[in-house]
């Protein structure tokens, strides 16, 4: 016994000393970049028409060239729906149409500046890959990894569809990553881009622990397509607190941050069953739960309205009922109405 107990103490004692190494290394890596980025952005910009027209040349030939379609007739996941409601892969993957309503001005807006945010933060991680060193006089901590043609590992460059085998099923994905990078000791490090845009007090330490669960489960399907385990996910605020800050007042409101994660195997496998669960559920006819909570982002509104049962819509009032009465903010309970308005217009028109 006494043998049993000094094993299993040896053991929970290597997995604190890994886990502490782990994340050591990781506050090195977000440190790291951070400083990087910092230092880049904080001195003179450099001009570069040659390097300013490969980028765009090497688009263009994506663009034109690059395409990378599922086979026919065949169904797949898209990373940046790893968190999504099952119900809304459930209608998608049974061969649902997609909503096709308008959106607000200000949300196709906010969309293009998010968008636009990635592509500066690859392009300044070119111009760092040729004029780091030489600005700076050392190595910049992260560069691009290359495909086989030379191209940044990101975007069209690195768009692929991937097949899985998991508990007797096929599990496929396509998709593209923001960026796979290689720091200074060679270890492959994938990045994700996001952006906030609402106040930059979304970015301070106080209001920013950690990053989304959404964007996580996305960066372990992309450790699945890639093979990457560690990431880095990266936080740009586009509301400054002010064009002349302190050190100081800099440092309390960054309007960039960075996380890193390590994606286990258990994680990929944990993830990998959530994805069989939804195809089961499609071969056996039994749709999952909506999640009324993921309401806002999903892309299939009208096709799990129409979906819905009516023991399953009344579960829905009843959740919206019991949110009423709860201390939820206005604005989480108001997601709610919305949800449950839709669903009932939606299906009166329908009748």
């Not at 040349?57 to 940046?80: C, D, H, M, N, W």
Request: proline share 4%; hydrophobic share 35%.
């Amino acid at each position: 016994m006494s043998n049993l107990i000094n094993r299993s103490a040896a053991e929970a004692l290597r997995r604190q000393i890994s886990e502490a190494a782990e994340a050591q290394r990781g506050h090195e890596m977000v440190s790291d970049f951070l400083t990087m980025m910092d230092r880049w952005h904080g001195s003179a910009e450099v001009w570069d028409d040659t390097l300013e027209a490969e980028i765009l040349e090497q688009q263009a030939y994506a663009i034109r060239r690059l395409k990378v379609f599922p086979p026919r007739g065949t169904t797949y996941f898209s990373p940046s729906s790893a968190n999504s409601c099952k119900r809304e892969m459930y209608v998608k993957l049974t061969g649902a149409a997609r909503d096709n309503s308008d959106s607000q001005p200000h949300q196709g807006r906010w969309q293009r500046a998010g968008t636009a945010f990635g592509d500066t933060i690859q392009r300044d991680l070119l111009f760092i890959e040729k004029h780091y060193e030489k600005k700076f006089g050392e190595k910049p901590p992260f560069v691009p990894e290359r495909t086989a043609h030379g191209f940044p590992m990101w975007e069209r460059f690195a768009r692929k569809f991937h097949s899985v085998e998991h508990r007797g099923y096929t599990v496929n994905f396509l998709g593209q990553p923001d960026g796979i990078l290689r720091y200074k000791d060679g270890t492959r490090v994938g990045l994700e881009i996001k952006s906030k845009q609402t106040t930059s007090a979304q970015t301070t330490e106080y209001s920013m622990r950690g990053p989304k669960e959404d964007h996580v489960k996305q960066c372990v399907v992309y450790s699945i397509m890639y093979g990457v385990d560690d990431y880095l996910i990266v936080y740009g605020n586009l509301s400054k607190k002010a064009w002349v800050m302190t050190p100081e007042e800099y440092a309390k409101n960054p309007d960039l941050r960075a996380f890193y994660i390590h994606v286990s195997e258990s994680d990929r496998q944990a993830l990998l069953d959530d994805f069989v669960d939804v195809l089961q559920a499609v071969k056996d006819g039994n749709p999952p739960r909506l999640d009324v909570e993921k309401w806002t982002f999903n892309n299939y509104k009208t096709a799990c309205a129409l979906s819905l049962t009516d023991a399953e819509l009344e579960d829905i009032r009843k959740q919206v009922r019991q949110v009423g009465r709860s201390r939820l903010p206005d604005w989480k309970k108001q997601a709610y109405y919305d949800a449950l308005d839709f669903i009932e217009r939606v299906r009166k028109e329908a009748m």
